[in-house]
């Protein structure tokens, strides 16, 4: 059942420009960021030969390209999952799911799953884009395996927070700002603390991502992602359920 | 009525209460539907009529009170009994980017229809709507009446015993209107049908049972056949019950 709606939902994706446009936008800007990097590499690649230990082109290349895409994912995931929800409300479907005989929980995962599909043929994208290096050198693939499984896990979490606040709100416009709001805070969160034992530094996705971004592969980070992410698609189906109890 | 054993009925609703911040929209309403029955559903706005069938569709859970659909528990196990239901709420809900056969077809998915016999069901489900020809249009693009009976065919695709349908001829043209009692009539033949409306001419010419309800509780529950052999009408009957 939850293929249903996961191959309901894909096809809403793609029927409409906005998913289309997006793809574009993402792949020029990342190809951009990445011919950058590369031209800069080429530029200091002499230097580099005089160094004892000197840095891969993955760290100089792919990595920020990385951190770029976890940037411009955290402002397309909350343009995406805005009508997840809030438009099946508007328009009163959402009461043609409710009545089939289909769990809540359902729903709300195939809706998860579905765009953790369109982004994952995202980060697909940019293997491929890395992997052209691979003509010229070794490509560090550790270090590769560390930043998509960090991208994948930490836009888990901004889908499953679009997907909550989707929840919340009949206007899906509403549930972009908002979802956009939450997820910067949660971004920049350790900015409030210089302090960097200080507990608040555990909250920031930021500083999550960042770990994976460098190439570690830590279970408390890749912990507190999977969390986060259960956490708002937990609070999703409790929200749907909630409102048949009481409303 | 409630002494019949629940098993003799398609639809079984015994004491059904559902309170908004306090106050009562539904009070211990207890309805049940025999096999092949057309039930109409009728009151004033604000009865409680869309309420209860809220409840009865899983919508909305009751404060208190039990249905049983097929002899199966509403609350207990919703997903093996929604399956033998079908309902088309006020407003139809149709996704208006998708063509009437993706539409169907993602529908009847949601029923567990097997796959092999999809195409025939959405087919077959066309015919009886009067929409063969109209698979590859989209449906934000159809009438109002088209929509109504997609509509319509959302809630019948997987055959199911009961039908539940929310004022389906609102807003129709006195054609579509005929043609729409029609089809709810040939639906009546295989399964029972809970139709709530304001029109009563549309209940005295489609109904085996009348229900009316006024706020909050079922002030009525006669055959058509026994308001018949006391000579009254549905309409004094109604004006008297409900304006209070």
Redesign the interface.
Known sequence: ?IR?IV??EL??LF??PLAWFLLALMQVALTWVFLGRLDAYLHVQPQLQQIANPPGFTEIIVTPVFAMAALILLMIVPLLTMRLLAEERK?????????????ISEIVIGKFLSHMLFIAGVIIFIVILSTTLSMGGTLDSGLLISNVSGLFLVTCCFVALGLYISSLTTQPAIAALGTLGILLCFWVLDMLESDQGSWIHYFSLLKHFKQFNSGLLDSFSIAYLVLFTLFFIVLTIRHLDGD??H? | MTDHSASSFTLSAQHLSRAYSGTFAVHDVTLQLKQGEVLGLLGPNSAGKSTTMHMLTGNLAPNSGKIEICGIDLLDNPESAKAHLGYLPEIPPLYMDMTVDEFLVFVAQLHRIDKKIIVQAVERCKKKCGLTERGNQLIGTLSKGLQQRVGIAQAVIHEPDVIILDEPTVGLDPNQIREMRQLIRTLGLSSSIILSTHILSEVESLCDRVLIMNKGHIVFDQTLAQLQKKGTNLETVFTELTQI
């Open positions: 059942m249903v191959g309901k096809r809403a029927v409409s328009n009163r479907t959402l009461i043609l799911l409710m009545s089939a005989p289909i769990s048949r109890l409303r």
